[in-house]
């Protein structure tokens, strides 16, 4: 069964210092493996995607991911956290060999960044 | 406005009564998603359509629950016979035909509350 999951509920950072959100995965086979973002009352927007190559992929935003496949993690990172950036993350997974492509999601967290 | 668009935004029903959502999606993607999201959770996936052909179904969807994507273009969530545990974010994503690889695209949501 494929799942996903996000440890920690809040991260709080303040404005100018890095931020990493973390997220792990389980899924049989070789995994894609997607960010998204959510603004209260509003849908997700995607932010980045893993599917192979460069383990380290650039996104909408300035955020960036690692994807590291020995610990099954695609941790979610920016350099320089804006307080704008202060919105809910979500992790996803999709299985490769999954034809309908449904994403599993993980419970998100609430990513805080104060001035 | 080229994005996924849904209505209505919110609907608030009484208990015992039923309800339809509708999702427009991207004009060139092929394949629909519905979700739900309850308070404090992740997006949990309802069920996927290609063109009009509804592919998969989540246990999720009880048979209360009916979708459909007549003309492979809008798709309608009904929910009949609401009960208070129906009260959630319903979600509608698109994405276009090709690899699997390729991002969903997620309308702003209908947030139904059953009272």
């Known amino acids: 069964a494929q799942s996903v999951a996000q440890p920690e509920d809040q991260v709080n950072v303040a404005e100018g210092n890095p931020l990493t959100v973390k997220c792990t995965y389980s899924v049989s086979g070789n995994p894609y493996l997607f960010w998204y973002v959510q603004y209260p009352n509003r849908g997700l927007q995607f932010l980045l995607k893993?599917?192979?190559?460069?383990?380290l992929v650039k996104g909408s935003y300035g955020f960036e991911a690692e994807f590291n496949k020995s610990q099954t993690s695609f941790h979610l990172k920016k350099p320089s956290a804006l307080v704008s950036d202060s919105a809910l993350y979500f992790c996803?997974?999709?299985?490769?060999?999954?034809?309908?492509?449904?994403?599993?999601f993980g419970q998100g967290t609430e990513l805080s960044v104060k001035p | 406005d080229t994005g996924v668009s849904q209505d209505p935004r919110h609907k608030i029903t009484k208990r015992g009564q039923n309800v339809t959502f509708r999702c427009d999606p991207i004009s060139e993607h092929n394949r629909l998603y519905w979700y739900r999201q309850t308070l404090g959770q992740g997006p949990e996936f309802l069920t996927y359509f290609q063109n009009e052909a509804q592919l998969e179904k989540s246990r999720l969807l009880s048979d209360r629950f009916s979708a459909e994507r007549p003309k492979g273009s809008f798709s309608t969530l009904e929910i009949q016979r609401t009960e208070q545990g129906d009260s959630a974010m319903y979600l509608c994503?698109?994405?276009?035909?090709?690899?699997?690889?390729?991002?969903?695209?997620f309308g702003q949501g209908t947030r139904l509350t059953v009272v």
């Open positions: 893993y599917i192979t190559g460069d383990n």
């Open positions: 994503a698109s994405s276009r035909p090709g690899s699997l690889n390729t991002e969903a695209f």
């Open positions: 996803a997974v999709r299985a490769q060999y999954n034809q309908g492509g449904k994403l599993i």
